[in-house]
């Protein structure tokens, strides 16, 4: 089942941190990803390779580059099947609701 | 490509459990563009230099105007680069809709479709290079969805493979 796939790649800070450089600047190559890592490259190559097997992340080639991006797909699909069935509007009203009482502390 | 290009490029991948030409048929045939996220009535002269529009929905229309904005009778053009039945379609792309999107020009949208190794479901990727066009990647990333512009490219994704595995789309 593919949502396995996704929640266990989401189960770890690492692969998590390494969404959220995509999310900043799209687009990245191995090394550029590495630098952003106290973590050998073949740990972060391991953590992308899951990454890759869930659908999170797409490489493409460019000349002699891979770069990696960021494929928002699968949370959507949680999202519309989980999320959005269930939860929405009260997520949305906590969410706000943590948002403005951080922004005060 | 230099990193400007690379960090405006979106890519999406989702699969599905239909065949590349089902797939296929659900991108470029109005009757089935009607059904999923945004839906607007496609056209497409499928041979390079080929005209791409696309029309709205009566409903569309009036639930556009109904929310103050007033809708064109073609919202998308754009020109078939490229068109290689059931695998790969490249077409330009501008979003008419939005005078400020339309001011951005024409923007690169590739689709390309693979059947899976297990014979049963199909991969769909969208690559839409947005360089020069930050309003369209914002609407495209979903940004505006609160303010019922639509979530963007994951969310017709998700929608078109609803529509593909269930005959229903996931609003329906």
Known sequence: MNDDRVFKALADPTRRFLLDLLFTRDGRTLTELESELEMSRFGVMKHLRVLEEANLVV????GREKLHFLNPVPIREIHDRWIDKYTERHTAALLELKAELEDES | MTTATQTTTQVYRIYIKATPEAIWDAITKPEWTARYGYTGLASYDLRPGGAYTVAPTPEFKAA???QGFPCPDVIVDGEVIEAEPPRRLVTT???LMDPGMAAEGFT????EISPAPDGKSSSLTVTHELAGAPLLAALSRGDNEAEGAGGGHAWVLSDLKSLLETGAPLAG
């Open chain 2, 108 to 111: 690169r949208i590739t689709h």
């Open chain 1, 59 to 62: 490489t493409r080639r460019s």
């Open chain 2, 64 to 66: 556009a105007e109904a």
């Open chain 2, 93 to 95: 792309f501008r979003m």
